[in-house]
């Protein structure tokens, strides 16, 4: 069976320092992998996106992954966090040809000044 | 991408009445949504597919009967939550698209009293 998770419920990190969130997967097959972010009030956002190719992905708002599959692994990484990257972060596996989607349990991120 | 709407945003009901939320896709043609569901805190569970034009399929665990989801046109979903109680207490959200991404709407945030 599919499974994502996210081994960490609740990251603090200082502003301007780095931030990287991890994400392990379970799947049969080629998983598309996605990093979604959702901020109070907001509906998700993607991130960034992995189905093939390049194993490291540029997204939006200056956030990569890198995809390993010798360790099922899609961690998602900023080099310098703001203070607007506080938000729950998932990371989602890909489960038919549909779109349909299998979450891990989130991310909180907290970033103080 | 796809521009999401839901509505209502919020609503309360009070036990034993039932609460339709609508979720409208503005600018894709959605032969599929998905309908999630994500408890205060929790990561986001698939309830259901929503299929153009034919039966909902449900996730292993969900009551089909409870949950009524019509599909009517490419660009409408609707879930009415029957005879909801304080359980069913929680934010849906749905989303459009393919495998390549989804897009989701903002949620609506019921509370049942």
């Known amino acids: 069976a599919q499974s994502v998770t996210q081994p960490d419920i609740h990251i603090t990190v200082s502003e301007g320092a780095s931030l990287e969130l991890r994400c392990n997967y379970s799947?049969?097959?080629?998983?598309?992998l996605f990093w979604y972010v959702q901020s109070p009030g907001q509906g998700l956002q993607l991130l960034l996106k992995?189905?093939?190719?390049?194993?490291l992905v540029q997204g939006i708002k200056g956030f990569e992954a890198e995809f390993k599959r010798s360790q099922s692994s899609f961690n998602l990484r900023k080099p310098s966090v703001h203070w607007s990257d506080a938000a729950e972060y998932f990371c989602?596996?890909?489960?038919?040809?549909?779109?349909?989607?299998?979450f891990g349990a989130g991310t909180q991120v907290v970033v103080t000044p | 991408g796809a521009v999401v709407s839901q509505h209502p945003s919020w609503v309360i009901c009070k036990s034993g009445t039932s609460v339709k939320i609508e979720c409208r896709s503005l600018d894709f043609q959605a032969t599929t949504m998905f309908w999630y569901r994500q408890f205060p805190k929790q990561s986001l569970m698939l309830m259901a597919t929503?299929?153009?034009?034919?039966?909902?399929?449900?996730e292993q665990g969900v009551e089909k009967d409870k949950f009524l989801i019509n599909h009517a046109s490419l660009t409408l979903s609707t879930l009415t939550v029957t005879s909801a109680h304080p359980e069913d207490s929680s934010f849906y959200i749905c989303?459009?698209?393919?495998?390549?991404?989804?897009?989701f709407g903002p949620g609506t945030r019921l509370t049942v009293t």
């Open positions: 992995y189905f093939s190719g390049d194993t």
């Open positions: 929503s299929n153009e034009g034919s039966k909902a399929t449900y």
């Open positions: 989303s459009v698209g393919g495998r390549n991404e989804q897009y």
């Open positions: 989602a596996v890909g489960t038919d040809s549909w779109g349909k989607l299998q």
């Open positions: 799947y049969g097959a080629t998983p598309y």
